[in-house]
């Protein structure tokens, strides 16, 4: 494989040694920011230190294509006494699929890489992350959004907290993408954070399965500081939630990601629709995500359900799912087809509009598009396009339950 070697003429800039005035301001801005030291501090910084400092900011510039402003922030983070080292951890970079600007990303983020070895440090980790199914393609994206994973021990973070998570998860591809979605959670040290809360969760009695989920789908959730996490399952328990079953979960993902004044504003937009606080709260027994929602999106919503349907706001309450589909793209298409339906007499007008609005896609194009599309050759348009509908009551008028042998039921 031909070698990438990454150069300041990679960046489009050119040899500061050429432009001995450039290297000369990047002196005037060092001994300029020293200057605004109190004049106790200002001894540290000695003509020797100012110049080494400038040649760092020369180097971040040209060679790793920082700003100005981003070379003199990593100057004091790290210094090389020479940069040979830098050179070679530039180029394993660039040798593994890293662009410039990549690099330019990585050492901005994290400027002590470069003063990593790459023998000992850089490759085994680069090495590591391929071993346990990070694909060559994904791993400068991987570490360009997180380059502190270059940064953290491989034996002491990098490796215990991997075997950690196949541990819950078991299999390895959902390790990767459990790591992809909690990166800056993966470099803490699980021991101290993860670990107290699954095993938290094991204490009450959720099960192993439910756990694993958990954390495949609200990694970050689950890695919060344990006396907080402690906190939230607590909350959720005096709720009435069952640590058996998985909406248990699914309330403390939810409660965790709302603050109290979040909360009860939730509350408040769904009081504005006639649902009282004990309303609300069973309405989020059966389904917590009802209160993940957007205010906007639950006004929007409800307007049209009572205003333009004419339900009643507590009979939503009974099927708070159909809250969660879009408006644009499954509500308010598939009410317009059926409106149509009901208005030529194709369907029964005894139909339950919620148990429309929960089938899956396939099956109610097939039922209610296709299937009349010969009688009615504009459907596929109107369920196709974003309607803004007019009143639509005619036909759906109080009809979120359905009636069996005269008794009104969920549908």
């Given at each position: ?117 790459c023998e000992r440090n850089l490759l085994p980790k680069i090495e590591f992350f391929g071993s346990i199914g990070v694909l060559s ?74 756990i694993s989920n958990f954390v495949i789908s609200n990694p970050c959730g689950a890695s919060i500081i344990p006396s907080k996490f ?169 009809r979120i339950g359905c009636e069996v042998n005269g008794v009104a039921e969920d549908c």
């Amino acid at each position: 494989m031909q070698r990438t070697i990454v150069s300041h003429k990679d960046f489009g800039l050119t040899n500061s040694k050429t432009h001995l005035g450039f290297v000369q301001n990047l002196v005037f801005i060092v001994r300029l920011i020293s200057s605004s030291l109190p004049l106790e501090n200002r001894s540290v910084e000695t003509k020797e230190n100012g110049q080494k400092r400038s040649s760092m900011v020369s180097y971040f510039m040209n060679s790793c294509g920082l700003s100005a402003k981003s070379a003199l922030a990593a100057s004091k983070k790290v210094s090389v006494k020479n940069t040979e080292g830098a050179d070679s951890v530039l180029r394993l970079l660039g040798n593994h699929g890293f662009t410039n600007l990549q690099i330019s990303k990585v050492v901005g983020v994290c400027p002590q890489i470069i003063a990593l070895n790459c023998e000992r440090n850089l490759l085994p980790k680069i090495e590591f992350f391929g071993s346990i199914g990070v694909l060559s393609d994904d791993l400068p994206k991987l570490i360009s959004s997180t380059p502190h994973l270059l940064a953290v021990s491989l034996k002491n973070r990098l490796s215990p907290n991997y075997n950690f998570l196949k541990n819950i998860v078991v299999l390895d591809e959902v390790v990767v993408r459990v790591m992809k979605r909690m990166k800056w959670a993966f470099l803490r040290d699980f021991n101290s954070n993860l670990a107290p809360n699954i095993a938290f969760l094991r204490e009450i009695g959720v099960p192993a399965s439910n756990i694993s989920n958990f954390v495949i789908s609200n990694p970050c959730g689950a890695s919060i500081i344990p006396s907080k996490f402690c906190e939230i399952v607590n909350k959720v328990k005096a709720m009435g939630f069952n640590p058996l079953r998985g909406m248990f979960l699914k309330a403390i993902e939810v409660i965790g990601q709302m603050t109290t004044l979040n909360w009860e504003s939730k509350i408040e937009v769904y009081r504005r629709w006639g649902w009282s606080k004990d309303e609300t709260l069973n309405a989020f027994r059966r389904h917590p995500y009802c209160m993940r929602i957007s205010e906007e999106k639950i006004t929007k919503t409800m307007d049209f359900f009572v205003n333009k349907m004419g339900w009643l706001s507590q009979d939503i309450a009974k099927r708070l799912e159909i809250l969660l589909y879009s408006l644009e793209k499954r509500i308010v298409p598939r009410c317009s087809v059926v409106q149509v339906l009901l208005s030529k007499g194709l369907i029964k007008k005894d139909l339950c509009p919620c148990s429309l609005l929960v089938l899956g896609e396939t099956k109610f194009k097939g039922s209610y598009v296709t299937k009349f599309q010969v009688k009615v050759p504009q459907l596929l348009n109107l369920y196709e396009e974003e309607m803004n509908l007019p009143d639509l009551r005619p036909g759906f008028e109080r009809r979120i339950g359905c009636e069996v042998n005269g008794v009104a039921e969920d549908c």
